[in-house]
Structures are given as C-alpha cells and as structure tokens.
C-alpha cells in the first residue's frame, strides 16, 4: 500500500522533471495531456472542518475543491492529496471523498485510501530523496527552513523529518 503510494508520486516526477517547490497548478495541466480531466476549485463555502474534497463526475472530469481558508503550505497539502485519490484510483463516480483535519492527518489515520493519499503527497510534495539531501547534504535542518524550501506546512515538515532521521524519531 505504501510502496505503490511512493511509486506513483516517484514516476510523476520522473514524468515531468518536477523542480521543487512543486507548482501544483503546472502539474494538473500536465496530468491533464495525459489520462485525466482534473478541474481544481477553490472555495471560501466549505464547513471550516473540511480541507478538501474530490469527485468523479459522469462525464468524465475530476473535480478537486479545497477549503480557500487553509494556509498555503495546508493548501498545497490538500491539493496533493486530493491529486493522489485521483492517481491512484480512489474515485468512484459521483461519490465524493471529503477530507477533513482528522482524515487528513498524517499522524492519526487509519483508513487505507486516506493513509496512501497522504503518502503520495508527502512523496510528491517532498519526496524522500531531495528531503535526504537538503538535510543531510544542505543542511536545512528546522521544520521551518524546510516548510519553506517545500512550501509545505511546518507540521508536515516536522513529520517527514521524524521519518528520515532516526535520532530525531527516538527523541518523540
């Protein structure tokens, strides 16, 4: 489950040479040349505990609409994962797949979907390879240098920094 995660995010950017930050509106359009029909919205409606949410509709487009309230690194979080349903299949026509705090969260989840999504955008927004390198190599080692060289959120920093490095992880 994990494994194929990582794989489809690694093949987007092998497929389309992705310089980081990742610009994700960019990715759709190439996404779009490709196999899918995806549509991005943003919208200011959303109950507050909904980020996003995605759709398969009838005639053949995906619908991906976040919540315009979220801050940018959360936003890019959002989209990521609601691009990941997509890649990988989650979609079932017309039934939509809302994501809120608790499914979203990277740390709690438990539903597999929810869990592979939140590993393809952790993979696409800061795959593992240039994550190693700016730490270990670069040196940016605070959640919030690495926010920012990802344009990611502070905590998804912190998360991805517990996963690669080991002496940090024993320290939690």
């Known amino acids: 489950m994990e494994k194929r995660a990582q794989i489809a995010a690694r093949k987007i950017h092998e497929t389309y040479s992705i310089k980081y930050p990742i610009n994700l509106i960019q990715l759709i359009k190439d996404l779009n040349y490709t196999n899918f029909n995806i549509e991005l919205f943003e919208k200011s409606d959303l109950p507050k505990n909904i980020c996003g949410m995605v759709t ?22 959002t989209v990521a994962h609601e691009i990941g349903h997509i890649v990988l299949g989650h979609c079932k026509k017309n039934i939509p797949l809302f994501d809120t705090e608790t499914t979203i969260n990277i740390n709690i989840t438990m ?15 800061m795959p593992i390879r240039e994550f ?24 998804a920093a912190r998360i991805r920094i517990t996963e690669i490095n080991p002496i940090v992880n024993s320290h939690n």
């Open 56 to 77: 398969f509709i009838n005639d053949g487009y995906e619908i991906i609409i976040v919540n315009k309230h979220q801050l940018k690194g959360r936003k890019r979080f």
């Open 111 to 125: 539903m597999w979907q929810e869990r592979q999504a939140n590993i393809f955008a952790t993979e696409l927004l």
């Open 132 to 155: 190693k390198n700016i730490y270990f190599n670069q040196h940016i080692i605070s959640p919030e240098n690495i926010a920012d060289y990802f344009q990611v959120s502070k905590q």
